[in-house]
């Protein structure tokens, strides 16, 4: 990227230059008269241009090799634009990759969490169906409902989606 900045700051450096260099040819041979009208300069110059042809023919060179710059000069801003798109493109997927290593972390330790609970789950099941007998027996009510409808999050990935699913202890 930086090289082409630079070559981009040459071009027009070297543009800025050729103007200056025929705003100063012009400047040494300006036409000047007490006729201002249109068909009076136009003659002017055409007399200009026979009388030196060498002048002439270095000013269509300068405007040539300007026109050239100015052409190359818009081909290396677009290759710029260009680079830099594709630049952000980069750092947007590297953002992307970066989140996605974060979000792995969490989904880690959720599933990790998700374990951890289901087993707590089940060792009180485990109590609770060994307890509930004795507890009808004097209470004459169970100990604990509604183990077949306790679920934990799990998080899995198909590929490019992840999903949050429900699992049933």
């Not at 082409?4 to 100063?24: C, D, F, M």
């Not at 026979?50 to 300007?66: F, H, M, T, Y």
């Not at 880690?108 to 289901?118: G, I, P």
């Not at 679920?151 to 699992?167: A, L």
């Amino acid at each position: 990227m930086e090289q082409i900045q630079a070559e981009i700051a040459a071009l027009k450096s070297q543009i800025q230059v050729l103007q200056q260099e025929r705003a100063a040819l012009n400047q040494n041979n300006a036409i000047s008269g007490d006729d201002n009208s249109p068909s009076a300069i136009v003659e002017a110059y055409r007399r200009q241009a026979r009388e030196n042809p060498q002048l002439s023919v270095e000013l269509k060179g300068i405007d040539d090799a300007i026109a050239a710059l100015t052409t190359q000069l818009q081909q290396k801003q677009a290759q710029l634009a260009r680079w830099q798109v594709e630049s952000k493109q980069l750092t947007i997927q590297q953002q992307l990759e970066e989140a996605k290593k974060v979000a792995q972390v969490h989904a880690d330790r959720v599933n990790e969490l998700a374990a951890e609970l289901a087993n707590e789950i089940r060792q009180l099941k485990a109590t609770a169906d060994y307890l509930s007998p004795l507890y009808w027996q004097v209470y004459y009510k169970p100990f604990i409902t509604g183990f077949k409808t306790i679920s934990v999050p799990h998080v899995r990935s198909d590929g490019d989606v992840w999903t949050i699913v429900n699992r049933i202890v």
